[in-house]
């Protein structure tokens, strides 16, 4: 089915009907359009985006030095060859992007400033209605489709997780967070406060430093560091031999995962050697400074690996530390006054700002209100099919990608997947496709989306007991593990009895796990 269907439904509001519904434009949304074009041509589509453009993450982050973490060899897509540096800026990221909705024409199908509200299931007419504010009119507008795509991304856009400190209220310095940098922002001459270790502050700090009069790093915990050069030299040996981009893309890549296997298999069987290697590395970078502030400021007391590790291009946070423009306090805020911090340990921090690099707020699903046939759906109640898509809720695929590895090489993954299932429908003469335990599964132990033991980052766990469950078989898991998953997704038998169409044995309001009886 092609072009969009029409129909009046009262004098202001007409729905539009598509195939597929794509939910936000950043790079899983977009990839994802991608796909569809090229996996499922004839499916209509459209992807609807609450902000102004595309990009999400790398459109709504504004702060100073704003850039990855991940190489883009790998957080790029892998059909569009990434020809700069590794560690990119949101800038570079954005236009990457923007080449490609336009080398696939997709800007066509991409309505900005659409806030999807809610989303209704409806299993007579095997349909989603959604609705959303057109910002620019202050319209809703309403869309029916058959199949959502959730590319919504895992946290709150608007707003970022500032704790309730005590006397907060009292402080009348400027208080900030990146992820709402303020446009008038002057930090010229200020003594700037930076709460937060991991890799925002480590973003932000040597890009202010030099403007500020001094930037102290107050951190609770010390976080590893991978400092390097923002290079990468099989990419550029291979352009010397002027081999082709699309094929030192696909090179690179896989010398890049190949490197990151080996250091995520080392980090789990040698972990006090791995580091001594990641300490080692920042040692070197701090010089003299090195045995006064390692221990405690850069000696994390977690496995490494256990969070994200912070890739310091050219250990730029490092030279501002042995400049003198910024120091590290590791302490905790015992409160707020009106010029600073008072910390547990009775060291006042005197700030004219505050930059709360304290992370984000988990939002799943978008903040949408979500219904099936009627009733409010709880998303904690559903279990996850490799974290994609969840139990008793019909035609819907969420993106969540690696926390490890680049989120992208999941989002291309996911795509796949998606598309084969749209298609293997076709084939069916199906219109409803959900997933459901099988009878083997009956009594499995759920668990949390992710274990904590593995990976446990502040938003995480403020968040999981919104996320679905997780069960104890590869299936109903997010095994976040993506070298195994490469060949997993592809290889998924879509006929399996997981895999319920049409109704079958399943559907949405008849069999719902009893998932809080048998949580762990
Ligand atoms: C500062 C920062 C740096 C990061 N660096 C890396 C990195 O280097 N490597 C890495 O792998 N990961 C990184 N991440 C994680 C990163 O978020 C993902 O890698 C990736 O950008 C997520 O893409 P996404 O498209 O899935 O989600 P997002 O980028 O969050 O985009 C989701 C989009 O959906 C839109 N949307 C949400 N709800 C609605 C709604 N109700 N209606 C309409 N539109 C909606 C949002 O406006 C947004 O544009 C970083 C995250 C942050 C915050």
């Not at 994802?32 to 499922?40: E, I, N, P, S, W």
Request: aromatic residues 10%; glycine residues 8%.
């Amino acid at each position: 089915m092609d072009g969009t269907m029409e129909a009046a439904r009262g004098p202001n509001t007409r729905t539009e009907h598509f195939d597929v519904l794509i939910v936000g434009a950043g790079i899983s949304g977009v990839g994802g359009a991608y796909h569809l074009r090229q996996q499922c041509p004839g499916k209509s589509f459209v992807v609807l985006e609450t902000l102004e453009s595309f990009g999400g993450t790398w459109l709504t982050h504004k702060y100073p030095g704003i850039r990855s973490d991940s190489d883009l060899y790998t957080f790029g897509y892998r059909f569009k060859p990434w020809v700069g540096p590794p560690i990119a800026t949101a800038a570079e990221i954005l236009s990457y992007m923007g080449e490609v909705i336009e080398e696939n024409d997709l800007a066509r199908h991409i309505r900005y400033n659409h806030k999807i509200t809610s989303a209704r299931w409806s299993s007579a007419d095997a349909l989603w209605t959604l609705e959303a504010i057109d910002k620019a009119t202050g319209q809703i507008r309403r869309f029916t489709a058959n199949f959502l795509w959730m590319c919504q991304g895992y946290y709150r856009h608007d707003k970022g997780y500032t704790p309730d400190w005590p006397g907060l209220s009292d402080y009348k310095g400027r208080l900030v967070h990146p992820q709402t940098w303020p446009d008038d922002l002057d930090l010229k001459g200020k003594r700037v406060v930076v709460i937060g270790s991991g890799a925002t502050a480590a973003t932000v700090v040597p890009a202010i430093a030099g403007d500020c009069a001094h930037v102290t790093v107050l951190q609770r915990s010390p976080t590893y560091f991978i400092p390097g050069r923002n290079e990468n030299e099989l990419a550029n040996t291979l352009r010397e031999l002027q081999v082709d981009e699309t094929w030192i893309h696909e090179i690179v890549r896989r010398k890049v995962l190949h490197d990151q296997a080996e250091f995520t298999r080392r980090s789990v069987e040698e972990p006090e050697v791995v580091r001594e290697e990641l300490l080692a590395g920042v040692r070197a970078c701090l010089g003299d400074m090195a045995d006064s502030v390692i221990d405690p400021h850069f000696t994390p007391r977690y496995r490494p690996w256990r969070q994200r590790i912070a890739f310091v291009p050219d250990g730029d946070l490092f030279q501002g530390v042995v400049a003198g423009k910024a120091s590290i306090v590791t302490d905790e805020i015992e409160r707020f006054t009106d010029k600073g911090i008072v910390l547990k340990s009775g060291q006042v921090l005197e700030a004219d700002v505050v930059i709360a690099a304290t992370g984000f707020d988990l939002n799943v699903l978008g903040d949408i209100a979500f219904e099936l046939d009627g009733k409010p759906l709880n998303f904690a109640e559903t279990v996850t099919y490799r974290g994609m898509m969840f139990t008793g809720i019909p035609n819907m695929v969420w993106v969540f990608g690696y926390f490890r590895a680049s989120w992208t090489l999941r989002a291309d993954l996911v795509s796949d997947f998606v598309c084969r299932l749209l298609n293997h429908m076709d084939e069916l003469g199906s219109r409803r496709v959900e997933v459901a335990l099988r009878p083997e599964d009956a009594g499995m132990t759920l668990g949390p989306w992710i274990d904590p033991e593995n990976f446990n980052p502040g938003y995480l766990m403020r968040g999981m007991h919104l996320l679905p469950k997780a069960g104890d078989k590869p299936e109903w898991r997010h095994s976040q593990d993506y070298w195994r998953e490469k060949d997993t997704l592809p290889a998924i038998d879509l006929d399996d009895p997981a895999f319920v169409y049409d109704g079958g044995a399943a559907s949405a309001t008849s069999q719902r796990p009893e998932v809080s009886l048998s949580l762990k």
